[in-house]
């Protein structure tokens, strides 16, 4: 008979000195160092969790395990002797409560906590090889700052956090490009136009993601995934920089030929709520950007049919998102709006004769959007927001006919009125530093080049102001600098339609996204 096994008496002691691969795939790790059998067998990198001797247990999360017999002896090392591979990787705790807008802070404000926060963080971090010190001020920055900005809050969860960096963590390309986003909100919102740091980063970025895209094109990677995110995250990044030469308007074209490559895979590749982000993500930015091209010479749409449907199914489950808000069904009319005002405005100058079909696109334009209501589960703010995208979704059907002879006062002009006059009523109940404003550059956009009452355009002129000083974004300052253009330009020559139109004669090239 096999002897009887003793009962246990010792408690079993879990050991958390494992590396951090084998911990994340809950696997136990055989301590072998430099590289555990784990890692050698998986082809994962092996990197081991390190503290600081009487490091204070602040409000932060750290990644480490504490050893209560080096805390004990804290005076066996010199500070300024640490070894790299005891340092450990802190990130400050930045609490989500259910805020209605982020502060405003100048840049002493964002230099003097980038500083706090560089005290926390070593100078060198086995996590990040390759990157300098600035790096870990620039990820602190984009988790409590940048990643809020990019999000109009319309859901509690952040995908530009639960989504975006996780993907960066395990992608050499995606962390630099966050990086990057990072480095250029902050030089924007620094006030700092000639910033080495965000020059440097940005530079990195576009050498990363051009090599990436070759290796794509030549076979050597077969995932587009971390691709097109990059281009998606390179879209937002001009948007931060506020960059005025359309560079936007690449990095968006990259991403589309990508993102159709993408969902061309089995729908297993990529989780759901990734795929759904990065859907919206595309939807969103292709969608407010298709205004800043001219209808009258180019049949470009960044939103194609097979693209729009793969959107559409987002709205079988009411769909929220923190680009799209609710408005995403309103969103998926732009192309048709397009469409149908370029058929008025290619020919020579003047507008073709609208046939009955086209009356009939347009009637059903104008039922479909007056007919959207925002969904009930949202909140007030998001409500509001739908409700000032619905009147600009008007205002931009009502302009593409523009073209055409209508009296002084008729029924036309007073459709226009009155989506101005809701429109800015809705604005007036939503205050500047909503985060939901983060989104709202293109219905201000178009509200605004239709505006001729000076007090009107000095309140967007306001809101605008306020908005950059609150979220520090490049585009929002660029909005305003269209619309200034465009409120010195004669009545007739007014309207979305034209704002194109300004952006040729300034020599401005912004998307609203």
């Known amino acids: ?109 964002v230099l003097g906590t980038s500083a706090t926060v560089s005290n926390l963080l070593p100078r060198s971090l086995s996590m990040f090889p390759g990157h300098g010190p600035d790096s870990y001020e620039l990820l602190s920055h984009y988790l ?111 991403a589309n030929s990508l993102l159709i490559r993408l969902l061309s895979q089995s729908d297993t590749a990529v989780p759901k709520d990734l795929k759904d982000f990065v859907i919206e993500y595309y939807t969103y930015t292709a969608a407010v950007s298709m205004i800043s091209v001219d209808a009258r010479v180019s049949t470009q749409l960044f939103l194609n049919f097979d693209l729009e449907q793969r959107a559409r199914q987002l709205l079988q489950s009411e769909y929220v998102g923190n680009l799209c808000g609710c408005w995403l069904e309103l969103l998926l009319l732009i192309p048709c709006i397009f469409d149908l005002g370029r058929q008025w405005m290619m020919h020579d100058g003047r507008p073709a004769m609208p046939t009955a079909d086209d009356i009939a696109m347009f009637s059903s334009l104008q039922v479909q959007i007056m007919r959207w209501t925002p969904y009930a589960s949202v909140s007030p703010e998001v409500f509001l927001a739908g409700r000032i995208f619905q009147q600009a979704m008007l205002l931009y059907l009502y302009t593409a006919l523009g073209g055409f002879s209508r009296a002084e006062n008729g029924m036309y002009q007073g459709l226009i009125e009155t989506a101005i006059a809701e429109a800015m009523s809705y604005l007036d109940q939503l205050s500047g530093t909503a985060r939901i404003n983060s989104g709202l550059c293109w219905p201000i956009a178009v509200v605004g080049s239709c505006l001729s009452n000076a007090e009107h355009q000095d309140s967007l002129r306001r809101r605008l102001t306020v908005m950059v000083n609150t979220f520090g974004l490049g585009n929002m300052q660029r909005t305003l600098l269209i619309l200034e253009h465009m409120w010195q330009m004669p009545l007739d020559e007014a309207g979305p339609w034209n704002i194109c139109r300004a952006m040729q004669r300034n020599q401005i090239w912004i998307s609203f996204a």
Not at 76 to 93: A, C, K, M, S, T
């Open 1 to 109: 008979m096999p002897p009887s096994r003793r009962p246990r008496t010792d408690p079993i002691v879990r050991v958390r000195t494992g590396c951090w691969a084998c911990r994340r795939r809950k696997k136990k790790c055989d301590e072998a160092k430099p590289v555990c059998g784990g890692c050698v067998r998986n082809k994962l990198t092996c990197q081991w969790p390190t503290i600081i001797p009487g490091q204070p247990k602040a409000n932060n999360i750290s990644f480490m395990p504490e050893d209560d017999d080096q805390q004990n002896r804290p005076d066996e090392r010199e500070p300024g002797n640490v070894q790299l591979d005891r340092v450990p990787f802190y990130i400050p705790f930045f609490p989500r409560g259910d805020t209605t807008g982020i502060p405003a802070i100048g840049s002493s404000q």
């Open 144 to 254: 409590a700052t940048t990643a809020d900005c990019m999000a109009n809050g319309s859901t509690p969860i952040n995908p530009f956090l639960v989504q975006i960096v996780p993907l960066a963590f395990s992608s050499d390309l995606l962390l630099q490009l966050v990086l990057t986003q990072s480095a250029a909100h902050r030089a924007f919102r620094c006030h700092m136009e000639s910033d080495e740091v965000a020059q440097r980063h940005y530079t990195s970025a576009l050498q990363l993601f051009r090599k990436g895209v070759t290796e794509f094109i030549d076979g050597k990677e077969s995932n587009p995934l971390m691709l097109t995110v990059g281009a998606l995250v390179m879209c937002f990044t001009e948007t931060a920089k506020g960059d005025m030469n359309g560079t936007i308007f690449d990095h968006l074209t990259a």
